[in-house]
Structures are given as structure tokens and as C-alpha cells.
DNA sequence: AATGAATGAGCATTCATTCAT
DNA sequence: TATGAATGAATGCTCATTCAT
């Protein structure tokens, strides 16, 4: 009765405008940096209830960044649906991954103090959720390697260096004085990324996919 | 160049001393949560001396910043001295890049600090540095265009993906369970890199350069 | 008498409840210390309801006191029940005293945070209470000092005496390594303190006591 | 160099400046409700300096703590001086108790707070000095019954009564309404407490001590 | 009548920065 | 020049109390 409240007795309104505020919170001014009094002025609730809701600041991160991901991994997977084939699909989630964090900035800066402030240890829920996206890609490539399409590469290191690649870039790109959009930049990148993991190199004409 | 003080009257001992706690002190617990204090005593100084040698902690953490970027920078570019050809020049600054940071993690948390709290908004000579950075590699890279090794790729995009696929292979890889050496995994990306913008693709056999 | 809602429509067996486990709490982990919510969640009702009950904090501790209170004294005059004359009936009363504290110290902890926390300033039906405690106990001296019992002292100043006798035996046992239960000491405190209001000393033999 | 400076470059005015009001502002409010900004400010230093003497409010209020028993300690010691006889020195120490608690009550409140927040468990340097204060007094029992003044009482066991005595009356007094000051209860409780341990009893008119 | 969600005042502690020595 | 004692603003978290249901 006392501790953390999963089950019930909370608004669903209030734990959403909270988690949006903290979203917002967090990647304006950093993990450290913020204060959760601000995040309870701007959710227009009491600094209580945002305690209430998610027992510590470190908890509120957590779960921040889990919502984060969970968007971005809803955007990536919706820009797949449809799609043929083990290239064009990791096309599709490359730009649909540089089309989110383009569209709202704030998702980048979330990943961006995860990674800072914690160093990749986080709960066993996200290690799960996590290692559940990766199995998602490593399937893609590997059928894509069972059609022909890929050269036979090890699946799980070219996720790793898939998503590596969208994540270098765009975090990344904040050091380069920017004439490009994310987007843009990112297409370059899966272009170069595709092209390499080919099965055969046909004449660039055709390939050119812009 | 980068503090405040050309006053002279300072021993390079105590400034290099205090730099190199610096690196180790922020690399440990990130930037905010570093007490300069702790800072002066390894580096067995008086706090204020700390602030007299670099004025505050955010400009200690820019030099900090530097001093990293510029040993990444003399190590990638030794790997590369008498390397022949842009694709082999390349390869050799992906691997020194894994190769540097694996022999001292520390350095890869003083980038991912630097990002995560000042995204990117440097002193002028740190955008000139890296602006500079960019540019070698340019170069090296139009060369190979010049050379027919390379496709006619637009040079500082692709500069800039291959940057992005370093860092973003380093920092996310944390991510995942390691079965992995940041090296191993950085030859792959590398290698899948490579293979796409190579001007022509001949057997795979000969290719293989693990 | 002692809260403040004669409103009827409470249900005793609630009040009693929250009344044990305000005096578990408190003993516990002291007056400040005390979070409510553990009272209610212990004695298994909502926290609006210790409110309802008893009016504030403040108020539920000195509900607590005054049951505590009561029950010592049920205690010791249970004890003097049929003893005949003065001196046997103080020495009853400090060990039933003793027995008290030492069967649930949670008891004594009680008292302790209540002169620490209020030091003295009671509610009236508090104040009324002790005092008609100390009459009876007045009473019994002077009964003594009429049947030749006992010299002829103060008789208010002795209780006060013997009380703090008591209590300070008790309170501040836990300075001294302990080697003695509360009981054995306060036998010998009582003892000494016996002989001295003695109205006549026969030979120490006989009066060995222990 | 960081931690706790007990050693030098502390000035012994500031110390004593904050235990004084550190002293004041527990015995007014209690130790839970003290805030040690207002220890601060009393003292006309900033918290921060309170931090940097003592550590932590705990061991602020341990050193206060320490620094009421030594003052005690001292008076009581300074009464019996030149005092002969084992009667005559506990008498001067009880009176003497009493006067330093009545003229200062501030250090009364001290020693119930340490009582109600710490149970007697203090560190390790608070056990010694109080074992070695109970020492001196079991020395002057023991040399009171090797004389025969004082009947071959357990002598541990009568130094711990007589303290409780001198505490408890102390902070029961508390509980009667006060006809009588703190010195005359006590002189009261000390003769009862005189007469019981004395080896033998002549006649009564003699011994009145009042 | 009973509840417990919501609140916000309150407080311990830290640490960047200053400045007298 | 070098130092480190002093400072106080900043902030995470708790919990007594209220009140809508």
C-alpha cells in the first residue's frame, strides 16, 4: 500500500503528462541537471506525485528513456511494414530512425544522457526489451542472407554495426557544421552501409536508390 | 591555447598533472558529478590552483575535451603514416580509433561526457580542430575518388558516416551483451564500410581482409 | 477523553488496533521518525482513517502515552494488591515497575519519546492523570510515616524520589554495560532506597531482602 | 585532506562557536527538529562550515553530546574536591549535578535527546569516557565500604542507582508540578539515597543533613 | 464512515567558486 | 604563486495533512 503503485489508483493522464514533461525535461537540460520540481510545474502536478508515480529520479529516467525507446522502436518497425526484402528493410528503419530523432530532437538527447550517465547498465527490463529489438534485425539479415540477398556476414555483428552506424551519425553530427539533415546524412550512411553487405554489386547506375 | 591564462608563471608539470586527473576523474563519474576537488587532490595540487590553471570546471573539462581529441588524433594519424591507398588509410584509422579507445576506455567516456552535456556547442578552437579533423580526411578520401579506388561519393558526407559508424559502433555497443572486443567489432563495420564504396567489387575470396 | 471525536459511530476494535501499533511504531523508530502511514498500513486502515480517529500526530502520540501510562499503572497497583505496609508495597510497586519495562521495553521507549519530544507539556487530562497517580502514591507514604513505618519525611518530595528513582534507573541503564537485568537492578536501586526511609535499622542480616 | 579535519587549519573559536549554539538550538527544539541552518546562523557561519567541523548533524549532536558530559563531568569532579568521605562526595556530586542541570537546563534536554534518539549507542570514543566516569564513582563506593562507612554493597550496581537517581528525579521532575527547585528534589533524593547505604544509623536528629 | 491520492513545505547535504593569507 | 577555509545556492526526497470520492 505504501510503495510504488503499478497496479491501480493512478491516472494514466498524469503518469503520460509527466513522463511527456520529463522527456522534455531531461533532454533540455541533461539527466543531472534537471531538477524534478520543474518537471512536476510543467506536468502541473505536486513534486509528490511525480514521486509517487515514479519513486526516484533515477526511476524517472528509466522509465523516460524506455518510452522513448519503445517510440522509436514503434516508428522503425511501422516504416517496415510492407516493405520486401532485407535491404530495402533496413533502408526503411535507417530513415525511419533519422526521420524520428529529425522530427523531435529531444528522443536523441534522451539516448544520448542514457548512455552519459549510465553507461549501459540499466534495468533487466530494458537489457530484455533491448535484446529483443536486436533478435528483430539479426532475423531480418539472416533472411536476407538465406535469399541471397546478403553476403554471408555474421547477423548479430551487423546489427551491432547497423545500429552503431544510425547512432554514430546522428549523434555525431552535432560536431560537423551542419548543410545536411539528419535524414540526408543518414541516407548517405545506409546507402554506403547497404551497398557493402550486397550479395553482388550491380552497375551503380541501378542501384542508386535516391 | 584553449584555457585563459598565458600568463606564464605556470609549470607545465602541474598543468599536465592536473589534466591527466582530470581525464581520469571525469571519465569515472561523468562531468557533473565530478568534484574538483577531487581532481586537485590526485593531482595533489590546492583546489584553487586547479582554478587558477583553467578558470572553471567547464573550461577544465573543454581542455580536458582537447587534450583527448589530440592524442586520438596523433594516434590515428600514426596508424596511417605510410599506409598506401584511401581504402587501406581508412581501415587503419577505423582500427587505430577501436584500437585507442579499448586500450583506454577512459577516453571514450570524456567524448560521450563532452556530448551529453554541451551537445556540441564548443569553444571556437575546438570547432576549428575538428573542422580540420574533417578536412584530412576529406582529402584522403577525394584522393581516392581521384584515384578510381573510390565511387564518386560526396567526400564530407561520407566523412562524416564514417566518423558516425566509429563513434556510434563504440558508444552503443554497450548496449549489447559483449562477445565482442570493440576492435573485433570495429574491423566488421569497418569492413562492411569499406566494401561500399569501393569503386568496383571483385571476389568476395580475395576480399576478405580479416 | 483524550482525542478529540466523541462523535460516537467509531468502532473500538479500529482504535485499539491503530493504538497498538502507534505504540510499536513510535517505541520503534521515536516520535519524529514515526511515518504515520506505517501506523495505518500496520494496523491495517487507511491513513485518513488514523486521522479520522485521532486528530493529528501529535494527538495519536499522546493517546499513546496516556494508554501506556495507564497500563503501568494497572500494573503496579495490581501488584500492591493485599501487600500490607509502606515499605513492602513501594518495593512491590518499583518492581512491578521494572517487570513492566523489562517484559516490553517497547514501553519505556515510549515515555523516553515522550519527555524528550514534549518535555512535560501535556494535556490537561494528562496532567490530572499523574498527579492522582502521585496522590495514591503520597498517600501510602504518609500512611506509612503515621503507622511508624517510615521516618517522617516530605512525603510528595519521596514519591517524586521514587519515581524518578524508577524511571531513572531504568532510562539510564543503557549507558552501562549491561550485566544486570532492568529487574535486578532496580531491586538493589529500591533496596537502598527502602532502608534509607526506614523509620528504625535493625540488624542488616534480617533485612537482606535480595 | 578532503575528509574530516580534526588536525589543523580549523579555528578553535569557529568550533566553539558552533557547538555552543549546536548545544542551544537541540536542547530548545530537540534533535530531529533542529536545523542545522539555524545552528549556522546562530553561530554566524555558513552551513557549509558547520559541515566541514563536524561532518554530519549526527556527529555535530554526538560532539555536543560529548562536550555537555565533559562540562559535567568537570563540575561535578570540582565539587568534590577536597571533600572526605564517601557520603559527603556523592552528596556534593548529586547537589552538584543538580546545579548544573538547574542553572542550565539546556544540558538536561541534551542528555534526554541522546537518550530518546540514539538508545545509548553511541561511538566508541562515548563508551569509554562514560565507563571511566562510572569508574571513578565504583572507586569512591568501594573505598567508602573499606573504611565502613558505607555497608558492602555490590559497588557497580550503587553507582548506577545513584545515577539513575540524580537523572531520573532530574527529567521526571518534569512530569510533578514544581514547588521545588531541581536542587532541592534532589538533595532530598540524595539524603534518602545517603541513609540507605550508610554501614550503620545512629540517631536520626544527628544526620539530618537538610 | 473510510479511504488513499495529491500536495508542498521542510531539511540534510554537496560542491563550485572566491579570496584572504 | 599557491593554497584551502569559508560560503550558500541548489536539489533530491519525505511525510503530515487534506479532501474528493
Redesign the interface.
Known amino acids: 500500500?505504501?510503495g510504488r503503485n503499478e497496479t491501480a489508483s493512478e491516472s494514466p493522464e498524469k503518469r503520460r503528462a509527466i513522463l511527456e514533461q520529463a522527456i522534455r525535461t531531461f533532454a533540455e537540460v541533461?539527466f543531472?541537471?534537471t531538477d524534478v520540481q520543474v518537471i512536476a510545474d510543467r506536468a502541473g502536478v505536486g513534486k509528490g506525485t511525480v514521486y509517487r508515480y515514479f519513486g526516484n529520479k533515477e526511476e524517472l529516467f528509466w522509465a523516460t528513456t524506455f518510452e522513448v525507446l519503445e517510440r522509436l522502436e514503434r516508428h522503425m518497425f511501422a516504416a517496415m511494414e510492407g516493405i520486401e526484402g532485407a535491404r530495402a528493410k533496413l533502408r526503411a528503419a535507417g530513415l525511419a530512425h533519422a526521420g524520428f530523432l529529425d522530427a523531435d530532437p529531444q528522443y536523441l538527447?534522451i539516448f544520448?544522457?542514457d548512455?552519459?550517465?549510465f553507461?549501459?547498465s540499466h534495468p533487466e527490463s530494458h537489457q530484455r526489451y533491448?535484446?529483443k529489438l536486436?533478435a528483430r534485425f539479426v532475423e531480418i539479415i539472416e533472411q536476407g542472407i538465406a535469399d541471397g540477398e546478403l553476403?554471408p556476414?555474421?547477423a548479430?555483428?551487423?546489427v551491432?554495426?547497423f545500429?552503431?552506424?544510425?547512432?554514430?551519425?546522428?549523434?555525431?553530427?552535432?560536431?560537423?557544421?551542419h548543410n545536411?539533415t539528419l535524414t540526408?546524412?543518414t541516407r548517405?550512411?545506409v546507402?554506403?552501409?547497404?551497398?557493402?553487405?550486397r550479395a553482388?554489386?550491380p552497375q551503380?547506375e541501378k542501384e542508386h536508390m535516391k
Not at 168 to 177: D, P, T
Open positions: 500500500m505504501t541533461g543531472r541537471s538527447e544520448v544522457q548512455r552519459a550517465e553507461r549501459g533491448h535484446e536486436i553476403r556476414v555474421d548479430r555483428e551487423t551491432l554495426s545500429w552503431g552506424l544510425l547512432y554514430g551519425s546522428v549523434v555525431h553530427s552535432c560536431y560537423a557544421v545536411y540526408e546524412l548517405h550512411s546507402d554506403i552501409f547497404l551497398k557493402g553487405i553482388e554489386v551503380y
